[in-house]
């Protein structure tokens, strides 16, 4: 819909599988730089300060994935009680990172506080995902629940996933239960067990406009 705006993708998933969604393997994370790991063995160039090679060495791990869509990864991170300076350095440089995108999506190890310890910024909406059973649904609640304070008063909800045209009514009635919204349902689609989702899937275009309007995220008038 905005094929101008620039998107960060933010790999804050343990697993770092997002850059291979894309057929990237991004070596070069920020744990590297907390670690001193990255690759640069030059040490801190002379008149340069420490934040500024933090700040650069940042810059210089984000990834281009495809015109306006730039992923950066995470890895491990570090606590918040970590006196370090290296913590409070590396999170002014996320900051201004970030700060130069329209859009910034965080993929997340299970909730925000995973998130918080490496940055402490606000979230405009939180997505669950979860699939259509009570174990999921049972997940989802413990998600909400562990995320609900490091939201910062952004919405939170749930994206049903793989859906299949059966009942429903016990999910729906856990989610309620739960007091959890339902931002909108993502059916289940055979080829997408066998192919990689992609941007022009009529499936994925459909089910996004069904539930764009309901993120409670800025909007732009056209």
Request: charged residues 25%; glycine residues 6%; negative net charge.
């Amino acid at each position: 819909m905005f094929p101008e705006k620039s998107v960060l993708l933010f790999d804050n998933d343990l697993g770092s599988e997002l850059g291979h969604s894309f057929g990237h393997d991004i070596r070069n994370t920020i744990y590297g730089i907390r670690s001193g790991k990255h690759e640069y063995k030059t040490g801190i160039p002379e008149n340069m300060t420490k934040q500024e090679f933090v700040e650069w060495a940042v810059e210089d791990i984000v990834a281009p994935i495809e015109e306006n869509v730039d992923l950066i990864v995470s890895w491990l991170i570090g606590s918040k009680d970590c006196r370090c300076p290296i913590t409070g350095q590396i999170n002014d440089a996320i900051l201004k990172l970030i700060d130069r995108y329209d859009v910034v999506i965080f993929d997340c190890e299970f909730d925000l506080k995973y998130l918080n310890q490496l940055i402490d910024t606000d979230i405009d909406t939180t997505i669950i995902v979860a699939n259509p059973t009570d174990e999921s649904v049972n997940l989802a609640q413990r998600i909400e629940e562990f995320s609900a304070k490091y939201a910062a008063g952004g919405q939170i909800g749930v994206v049903l996933n793989k859906v299949e045209n059966h009942d429903l009514t016990n999910v729906y009635d856990l989610l309620k239960k739960y007091d959890l919204d339902v931002l909108g349902v993502i059916p289940s689609d055979p080829a997408l067990k066998t192919f990689s989702v992609e941007r022009e899937s009529e499936l994925v275009q459909n089910s996004i406009k069904q539930f764009y309007f309901r993120l409670n995220l800025p909007q732009e008038v056209l």
